[in-house]
């Protein structure tokens, strides 16, 4: 049983081997994993926001789905893999607070989503599975040996994507 | 507070901030003890501007189950404040003022009523109410508040939210920690005030503190 990588808000990092991977309390946040199935290396990135380039504060590229998925790549792809090798899994994007509105600034949860797909679909990584949106926040944990992400939340049986 | 970044609060800001908190606190807990039919004393707030990952260490953890009270502001001020406490603290309080109704459930474990959701809903909205008006009476603004909304659910996820709109101007958000009590019981509340960068502006220029 290897080590288990803790990942924070807007913050990424990488694992392989016997090693596991995670980041706890997605909310309106998105965690996405770039992994490849076959060397078994991978990375996790917990992001906050769509868009670096609309934000002027955009100093960490985790934070934004754009630049933290991109940077994230470069990180797995150094650990021996290439870019054609990776496919993705991804979880969070739950809208916490039930707001009967259509405010865009209280949806960044579906948001988040939208463009953590567009990013992968940009860059050629297929979307193997997602658990996205709904009302709660989720931990997830990614084990690269068998590729599988764990999915908890508060009352609900473990999900295994 | 520099362009349009929330980088670090000046020491006169960070007075002010202070202030609105001691006064908003204060007004929280003379309200909570009419509520609760107790005399609850409070410490002073501290108030932190602590990184993301910080916030949900403060509260317990990010797995640490929490209830949080979002409402939006509204009026001369855009934006949203919270009211966050640990599960364990809100289920105290709701005994305190519906003994009885818990269950017998073990702390942490049990599934709030409707009528303690409702119970600690209006508790959001008078500790809201109290910061609100510490606000409005320094500054002369008029700000009012959205209906609460509440959420149970674990720290980090709760916390993304205000995370997220302070993650727009900066690397930091503004936490302020109170501590309610009485004899028997003491309880830990976590106060968020999220402005828009343009709100935190004119609550300083309201005060004559040039940017």
Not at chain 1, 95 to 103: G, L, S, V
Not at chain 2, 162 to 181: H, M, N, R
């Amino acid at each position: 049983m290897g080590n288990m990588i803790k990942v924070g808000m807007a913050d990424m990092n990488t694992c392989a081997g016997a090693d596991a991977i995670t980041t706890l309390g997605l909310g309106s946040c998105i965690g996405v994993v770039l992994y490849d199935p076959v060397k078994k290396v991978c990375g996790m990135v917990h992001v906050m926001l769509p868009d670096s380039s609309i934000i002027r504060n955009n100093d960490n590229p985790a934070k934004f789905a754009d630049t933290g998925i991109t940077n994230l790549i470069d990180m797995v792809c150094k650990m021996g893999t290439t870019k054609q090798a990776l496919v993705a899994k991804m979880a969070g994007g739950a809208q916490m607070f039930a707001f009967n509105t259509d405010n865009d600034l209280l949806k960044v949860g579906l948001r988040n989503a939208e463009a953590c797909r567009a990013v992968l679909k940009a860059n050629n990584i297929k979307l193997i599975a997602e658990d996205c949106g709904d009302r709660f926040g989720r931990t997830i944990e990614f084990y690269p040996a068998t590729s599988e992400l764990h999915v908890k939340a508060i009352g609900k049986p473990l999900r295994i994507i | 507070m520099t362009g349009s970044r929330l980088e670090e609060f000046s020491d006169m800001e960070f007075d002010v901030l202070k202030e609105i908190s001691n006064i908003g606190a204060g007004n929280a807990t003379t309200a909570i003890s009419t509520m609760m039919n107790l005399k609850v004393d409070m410490q002073v707030p501290v108030i932190k501007f602590l990184e993301f990952k910080e916030l949900a260490e403060v509260i317990g953890g990010a797995e640490n189950v929490v209830v949080g009270i979002l409402l939006a502001l509204q009026s001369d001020i855009d934006g949203m404040m919270m009211f966050v406490m640990e599960k364990k603290a809100a289920e105290s309080i709701v005994d305190g003022i519906l003994p009885g109704a818990g269950g017998g459930a073990p702390a942490g474990e049990r599934d709030f009523t409707e009528m303690e959701l409702s119970v600690l809903q209006e508790l959001g909205n008078i500790i809201a109410g109290s910061y609100l008006s510490a606000i409005s009476s320094l500054t002369n603004l008029c700000i009012t508040s959205s209906v609460p909304y509440l959420s149970v659910d674990m720290a980090g996820a709760i916390l993304s939210v205000p995370a997220i709109e302070y993650g727009k101007v900066s690397d930091k958000a503004l936490l302020i920690q109170s501590e309610f009590g009485d004899k028997s019981l003491t309880v830990d509340g976590y106060f968020i005030l999220i402005p828009t960068l343009e709100a935190f502006e004119k609550i300083f220029k309201s005060l004559g503190l040039t940017l």
